[in-house]
């Protein structure tokens, strides 16, 4: 063997070397639903309610964002969120939901099967990130539309939640505070959709 292959064959086992040693720091974070305050959710009739989910160009990526200023994102590589945010924001959505307005029945569209809906939601998730500031906060925000049984449009709101977030650590960016901080906020606006469903329910079928 030549001393150029020689030597060929060391810068291998050396480059080999330092991937098998480099340590993966990934974390990985779930959106969940923190419980709700004790209360008794009113049961009535059921009734199916359609529901499509959407989400801003910029949330479709798993890693976690943070605002640092005015125009100015911050996506972490090494911290990540184990589903794509809107996956996230449906299932807490769902969850808030089942406690919320037990009698309501989600139906992702475009339905799977021939029932109709007595109306359907659709929620165009604007954001889902922190904010570094003097005071720390996790925004969840969305765009909330509820057309009636013939698809035309009969409510739009802009809903917005924020939660405290304690992003002092002499590590950096407390980012498993972050997470907990956007579940709650999440679920805070999972529950005025809640509420916004029974409302509208309310009104077209009377008390």
């Known amino acids: ?46 009734f199916m309610v359609g529901v499509r989910i959407t989400s801003a160009d910029y ?33 807490v959505l769902s969850a808030r939901l089942a406690q919320d307005v037990p009698d309501c029945d989600l ?42 049984a013939r698809g035309r449009l009969a409510e739009r709101d802009e809903l917005s939640k924020t939660s405290p977030w304690n992003t002092a650590s002499a590590l950096g960016v407390r980012y498993s505070s972050l997470a907990a901080a956007e579940s709650q906020a999440a679920a805070d606006l999972a529950d005025d959709i809640a509420r916004k469903i029974k409302a509208y329910h309310r009104k077209v079928t009377g008390p």
């Open 59 to 91: 949330l479709r990526t798993r890693e976690m964002i943070v605002e640092a200023g005015p125009n100015q994102l911050l996506l972490s590589e090494a911290n990540r969120w184990e589903e794509m945010p809107q996956a996230g924001f449906s299932r």
């Open 107 to 148: 139906a992702p569209l475009p339905l799977a099967t021939t029932n109709t809906p007595e109306f359907s939601v659709e929620i165009d998730l604007r954001s889902l990130q922190g904010r570094l500031s003097l005071k720390g906060e996790a925004e969840v925000s969305a765009e909330l539309r509820i057309l009636d």
């Open 1 to 46: 063997m030549t001393p150029r292959n020689i030597l060929l064959l060391m810068l291998a086992a050396c480059i080999l070397a330092g991937c098998l040693s480099r340590k993966d720091t990934t974390r990985f974070y779930v959106l969940t639903a923190p419980p709700p305050p004790a209360k008794t959710a009113e049961s009535g009739r059921p």
